[in-house]
């Protein structure tokens, strides 16, 4: 297994735009997590799958966001009409829930966009 | 949740031992304290979780005090690879969507 792969790991848009992020998990792993992380600051938490379920979504993420994980395995994030406030790097991660290792986050290298 | 408190940065010299603490009063009973290391354009990466006393592996030590109000991450004789954000979090064992990264601590290591 090769981790946590997101694509693209950058993204240049145009206001208004819309813009889709890709994250393949860790196969194993039935927990799969978005964030969102500005400059000098931590990721801020979006939005968790268990399975192909949605379970949790914070207020940070819009009417314009959506995420899918129609399998339970990849996931995407889609930003519709994106504006510069918007600008930032998206974090991936996933989990399993069992183990030693349960809920111990596994990262993506992260997809920056950038809204002009 | 449980807010953390950790210093904003921090600065060592190579081969020094290196000890950050993090502030966590309101800790729960259920609550892990999970420690994970970010460097520049790479997702976070897990270090170290403990419960209580003292947790080592082969990257840190982990201590944290019998009223579990703080925690200290441990990192023996850093190199200049050491150099990333690390940040303290307290909540679902293994730092689960639960709990809050915050904005971490910078650690710089000079040669």
């Known amino acids: 297994d090769t981790g946590v792969s997101q694509d693209p790991r950058h993204k240049i848009t145009k206001r208004g735009q819309n813009v889709t992020f890709r994250c393949d998990p860790i196969s194993e792993h039935n927990r799969l997590y978005w964030y969102r992380q500005t400059l000098g600051q931590g990721p801020e938490f979006l939005t968790y799958?268990?399975?192909?379920?949605?379970?949790?979504k914070s207020r940070l993420l819009s009417d314009r966001f959506s995420a899918e994980r129609p399998k339970g395995s990849f996931s995407t994030l889609e930003i519709q009409r994106t504006e510069q406030g918007d600008s930032a790097m998206y974090l991936c991660?996933?989990?399993?829930?069992?183990?030693?290792?349960?809920?111990?986050?596994?990262f993506g290298a992260g997809s920056r966009l950038t809204v002009l | 949740l449980a807010k953390t408190t950790q210093p904003i940065s921090m600065d060592s010299y190579e081969g020094q031992e290196v000890n950050i603490t993090c502030s966590h009063n309101n800790i729960a009973t259920n609550d892990y304290i999970t420690w994970y290391q970010q460097f520049p354009s790479q997702g976070p990466r897990f270090i170290i979780q403990g419960y209580k006393t003292k947790v080592t592996n082969e990257v840190a030590s982990l201590f944290i005090p019998a009223d579990r109000k703080s925690s200290t991450l441990s990192l023996p004789r850093v190199s200049l690879s050491d150099t990333a954000v690390y940040y303290c979090l307290v909540g679902e064992r293994g730092g689960g969507f639960k709990t809050i990264f915050g904005a971490g601590t910078r650690l710089f290591v000079k040669a």
């Open positions: 799958f268990q399975n192909e379920a949605q379970l949790e």
């Open positions: 991660a996933s989990s399993s829930t069992t183990g030693a290792g349960a809920n111990v986050l596994t």
